[in-house]
């Protein structure tokens, strides 16, 4: 089994930045993703970046990309979500996620590819 733990988040005010870092436990394939997920309340949860673990390739959703930056740290299993020029709607609940296996990259921003969820972290962005 695979223990996902997140850390970072909070509040800030638009045109600020925050750092999000996950940390996966456990035993986990050679070959697999990372991802960073989000709820709004009243939407549903929406993949916005992911990471393929071995190569470093990473997918963004269009609401972040530019925005948010994805990176990884294999020694440690760790993967961090930088978000810079924070905007209101960036307000939401966010979740780390891990696969068990390579993921096609055309759906790696799809919740259903992902197996392991982290417990989830409050960003709130005020105008």
């Known amino acids: 089994q695979v223990h996902l733990v997140q850390s970072g988040g909070g509040s800030v005010q638009a045109g600020g930045s925050l750092r999000l870092s996950c940390v996966a436990s456990g035993y986990i394939a050679s070959s697999y993703y990372m991802a960073w997920f989000r709820q709004a309340p009243r939407k549903q949860r929406e993949g916005i970046a992911s990471i393929y673990m071995v190569s470093g390739s990473t997918t963004y959703h269009p609401s972040v990309k530019g925005r948010f930056t994805i990176s990884r740290d294999n020694a440690n299993k760790s993967v961090y979500l930088q978000m810079i020029n924070l905007k209101p709607e960036d307000t939401a609940l966010y979740y780390c996620?891990?696969?068990?296996?390579?993921?096609?990259?055309?759906?790696?921003?799809?919740?259903?590819?992902?197996?392991?969820w982290g417990q989830g972290t409050q960003v709130t962005v005020s105008s």
């Open positions: 996620a891990a696969s068990r296996t390579w993921v096609p990259p055309s759906v790696a921003l799809a919740q259903s590819k992902f197996d392991f």
